[in-house]
């Protein structure tokens, strides 16, 4: 089992920027890829940001330049850094954590971007 909590989040302007954590616990295997998804209300979760064990990304094409994952391996955390933050970014945002065919998903963290 992996267990994931996450923190940062919340409010902020348009424009704005906000950050997120997340924290793995557990049987962490490698390779493995840690991510970031999200899901506004009558939408269906989508990827926003994934990172791999081996350092490669991949990135959401709404997102792309305006956000950054990034991942401490010793500590075993994954932040994602949101920029020039839109209306269309406000979702929660989950953390989730891969390898081979186990995943796992933390609690989820609300992003609002709003005046």
């Known amino acids: 089992q992996v267990q994931l909590v996450e923190s940062g989040g919340g409010l902020a302007q348009p424009g704005g920027s906000l950050r997120l954590s997340c924290v793995a616990s557990?049987?962490?295997?490698?390779?493995?890829?840690m991510a970031w998804y999200r899901q506004a209300p009558g939408k269906q979760r989508e990827l926003v940001a994934a990172?791999?064990?081996?350092?490669?990304?991949n990135y959401a094409a709404s997102v792309k330049g305006r956000f950054t994952i990034s991942r401490d391996n010793t500590k075993k955390v994954v932040s994602l850094q949101m920029n020039g933050l839109k209306p269309d970014d406000t979702a929660v945002y989950y953390c989730?954590?891969?390898?081979?065919?186990?995943?796992?998903w933390g609690q989820g963290a609300q992003v609002t971007a709003s005046v």
């Open positions: 989730n954590f891969s390898s081979g065919y186990r995943g796992f």
């Open positions: 557990g049987s962490i295997l490698s390779p493995n890829t």
């Open positions: 990172m791999h064990s081996d350092g490669s990304t």
